[in-house]
T-cell receptor, first 113, second 114 residues
Framework: KAGVTQTPRYLIKTRGQQVTLSCSPI?????VSWYQQTPGQGLQFLFEYFSETQRNKGNFPGRFSGRQFSNSRSEMNVSTLELGDSALYLC????????????FGPGTRLTVL | ELKVEQNPLFLSMQEGKNYTIYCNYS?????LYWYRQDPGKSLESLFVLLSNGAVKQEGRLMASLDTKARLSTLHITAAVHDLSATYFC??????????????FGRGTQLTVWP
């Protein structure tokens, strides 16, 4: 069974630009969560989608948005990039709703110059 | 908001030694997860603990959960170099406004030296 895939793996952008990251969950998984990982703040929750609906959102500004498609693939978008947005963005999917064991993708390393 | 504290944050130990990593959390929950992260890599699921008193073991690692004390431990037995990584504990309460969200500790960076 293929794992969670994320594209692109690496991105370099400049301040003010916008970026879209993509995540394909494990086949059959309908819940996708996004996290931001930085050395200073650790792992922080961005949002969670289930059946194309955002069910939960972390404490991030409105520049961070996401969506989920009918095939459970998810995208997140960051507009008006800031230097502080440089981070590893991790996507995770889960199959069993009874527990919250999440399986993580390899991440997208975003560098904002 | 649920707080998760891990200690120590840095752990340097000699091969063959034993040690325990602690994970405390602030809100009632009976679901706790341990992950491993190698440098530059993603998170790998190690253990899922779903009830008070749960104990799971895999190789030289053993995890346990005490929901009354809001404490989980990850015990390392006879450490080997391959265990060098960062270990995260995560808690969820997965209801209402917290659906699908894991609350992570800051991680314990483990280095095992010969």
């Amino acid at each position: 069974k293929a794992g969670v895939t994320q594209t692109p793996r690496y991105l370099i952008k400049t301040r003010g630009q916008q970026v879209t990251l993509s995540c394909s969950p494990i086949s059959g998984h309908r819940s996708v969560s996004w996290y931001q990982q930085t050395p200073g703040q650790g792992l922080q929750f961005l949002f969670e989608y289930f059946s194309e609906t955002q069910r939960n959102k972390g404490n991030f500004p409105g520049r961070f948005s996401g969506r989920q498609f009918s095939n459970s693939r998810s995208e997140m978008n960051v507009s008006t990039l800031e230097l502080g947005d440089s981070a590893l963005y991790l996507c995770a999917s889960r199959g069993r709703l009874a527990i919250n064991e999440q399986f993580f993708g390899p991440g997208t390393r975003l560098t904002v110059l | 908001e649920l707080k998760v504290e891990q200690n120590p944050l840095f752990l340097s130990m000699q091969e063959g030694k034993n040690y325990t990593i602690y994970c405390n959390y602030s809100t009632t929950s009976d679901r706790l997860y341990w992950y491993r992260q190698d440098p530059g890599k993603s998170l790998e699921s190690l253990f899922v603990l779903l009830s008070n008193g749960a104990v799971k073991q895999e190789g030289r690692l053993m995890a346990s959960l005490d929901t009354k004390a809001r404490l989980s431990t990850l015990h390392i037995t006879a450490a080997v170099h391959d265990l060098s990584a960062t270990y995260f504990c995560a808690v969820d309460i997965d209801r209402g406004s917290t659906l699908g969200r894991l609350y992570f500790g800051r991680g314990t960076q483990l280095t095992v030296w010969p």
